[in-house]
């Protein structure tokens, strides 16, 4: 028989729910397993959007689907709105199942007033880990991206919904970078346009001004019909606490006009590669896997890569990639991954294909009108 659990929030009850996609992708090389204890950590506490709900559908005893649903009632009020989101959704190979957790989702957001529900989404104000991957299914995700098997697209279709937007991912091999054209280039629209990019290099003393600096670029680059949170200081904050452990100040750059900070682009070396090899576990030897795999990380992934509107089309994007490359270059990166891009910013697809990259991986998010029968 064939039932839904609504789960507490906490560590023990949450705790199938995150162990679901071990036995799902058991025999898929790949798969990236999330830190168990890291996921269990992020889900117990409270979502900072609003309220959320964890469903885990049984087949008798065996879990077999899962779905997180929630409000997001800062987002909500910016774009003035009534929507809901689904995120985590996991299902084994039978559409029933992942109807069942699906049709909970849809009825708990439609009891709470929300007319509509968008996913997937990532957690956190990052943003980094949207939509359901459907195309590039030929190799494991690169940092904080999503996987899935190439099946749960027609399974949401099936379910209702249809395509909300595509965030896209791009790759570059660092061997096919013109380097000796971005020599010429850079210096030019630098003394042009009287800016200049400097490495972030974080520290407890300069940890305060970088975020207020990262705060005041993204707040001034900020499209209105961005479906994301323009981050406060606080959330800033609580990021960077998420992600110091995969920072590379090779990698992260920021321009300034003389001290107005204008741009940032913020890379990671791809640690997939080494969370790949610990299965989900810093102990026993799992953190031993960590220590020396990442001496050996040979891919990376460019985040975020954001001027202020009055230095668009000057060459500070291409001054700060410029940057970022000389640094990967000396960590021994072989390729970059540019993701995700919102398929609806022309200027950066544009300015991203630039960079010798090709589209290589789509992330789809999907749709649902919770009005209709």
């Known amino acids: 028989m064939i039932r839904v659990e609504i789960l507490e929030q906490n560590r023990s009850a949450l705790r199938p729910f995150v162990k679901l996609p071990f036995q799902l992708y058991k025999d898929d090389p790949n798969w990236v397993a999330p830190l168990i204890g890291e996921q269990l950590c992020v889900l117990s506490q409270p979502q900072e959007g609003g309220p959320c709900r964890f469903f885990l559908v049984y087949d008798g005893n065996q879990p077999v689907a899962r779905v997180m649903a929630g409000i997001d009632e800062r987002l909500n009020e910016r774009l003035n709105r009534k929507c809901g989101y689904f995120s985590l959704f996991e299902s084994v190979q039978r559409p029933d199942y992942a109807r069942t957790a699906l049709d909970a989702a849809c009825a708990y957001l439609r009891e709470e007033g929300m ?3 968008i996913g997937p989404v990532a957690l956190g104000v990052d943003d980094f880990g949207k939509g359901l991957l459907v195309q590039g299914f030929d190799g ?3 940092l904080f991206n999503p996987y899935n098997p190439s099946y749960y697209a027609d399974y949401l279709e099936k379910c209702g919904f249809s395509k909300h937007r595509d965030h896209l991912a791009y790759f570059m091999r660092m061997d096919e970078f013109d ?24 520290s407890k003393e300069n940890e305060e001004k970088i975020l207020q600096n990262i705060g005041r670029v993204i707040r001034e680059a900020f499209p209105p019909e961005w479906e994301w949170n323009v981050p406060t200081y606080g959330d800033l904050r609580r990021e960077v606490k998420h992600l110091r452990e995969y920072y590379s100040p090779e990698m992260t750059v920021m321009a300034f006009a003389e001290n107005r900070p204008i741009g940032f682009v913020l890379a990671f070396p791809d640690y997939n590669q080494v969370l790949k090899k610990m ?30 509107p009055e230095y668009q089309h000057k060459g500070v994007n291409t001054a700060m990639f410029y940057e ?22 022309i200027t950066s697809i544009a300015n991203t294909e630039k960079m010798a990259s090709h589209l290589y991986r789509v992330y789809r998010q ?3 009108k919770l009005t209709e029968a």
């Open 279 to 308: 299965k989900g576990h810093v102990f026993p030897v799992g953190w031993l896997k960590y220590m020396f795999g990442k001496r050996k990380i040979h891919g990376a992934r460019c985040s975020m890569q954001i001027v202020v």
């Open 115 to 117: 007319d509509t529900v």
């Open 324 to 345: 970022a490359f000389l640094g990967a270059k000396n960590l021994g990166i072989q390729w970059v991954e540019g993701s995700t891009v919102d398929e609806t910013s």
């Open 140 to 142: 494991p995700p690169v």
């Open 366 to 368: 999907y749709e649902k």
């Open 179 to 202: 380097q000796h054209a971005m020599e010429e280039i850079v210096p030019r629209a630098k003394k042009r346009f009287g800016f200049r990019v400097e490495r972030v290099i974080w």
